[in-house]
């Protein structure tokens, strides 16, 4: 077997777990848990933990939070002491696209917010806690939830040439790519001033 068969192989793996792991819907399967249906059903049909607050449950959606970045985060985590880093942040790109098409519900998942930033975590923990800080910050000032989601991963990809150039920043500019386009909508609504607020509904 030639070292490109190898690399071949090993990719498919990494792939195949960490898309594995990131397809678990853990906000469809705790409002469902919950006895609150099905959360596709509710706000914007998303499986996020944003939608899962619009039922009015802050520990269901602050558990899929939670559970969606350790999604990411175990990506990494699990296959960087066998495969390497760079396998590693391979793993962790295929868990968001995991979460955003997962195979269980035909592909229609989350935006990869929260995935995206486990994975960043996990890949260089000093640029997952920039980007977390970010959030928080344009979260508590302007209560926007896509905005803080897009600066943060935004801050994430600038940060990334600084600290860890190389395979990781490659990785890092895909992950934003994919949350922005997954953020089209609501960019469109950000731009015409009609983007709810956190707590708001819609």
Known sequence: MSLTEKMLIVGAIACFIGYALGSVPFGLLLTRAAGLGDIRRVGSGNIGAT???RTGRGGLAAATL????AKGIAAVLLLRPVLGPDWAALAGLAAVLGH???????GRGGKGVATGLGVILAMDWRIGLAALAVWLVVAKIARISSLAALSALLAATVLGPLLRPGWIEAVLVAIALLVFVRHAGN???LLAGTEPRIGAGG
């Open 100 to 106: 955003c098409f997962p195979i269980w519900l035909k």
């Open 187 to 189: 960019i469109g609504r």
């Open 66 to 69: 939670l559970l969606d970045a």
């Open 51 to 53: 939608n899962v607050l």
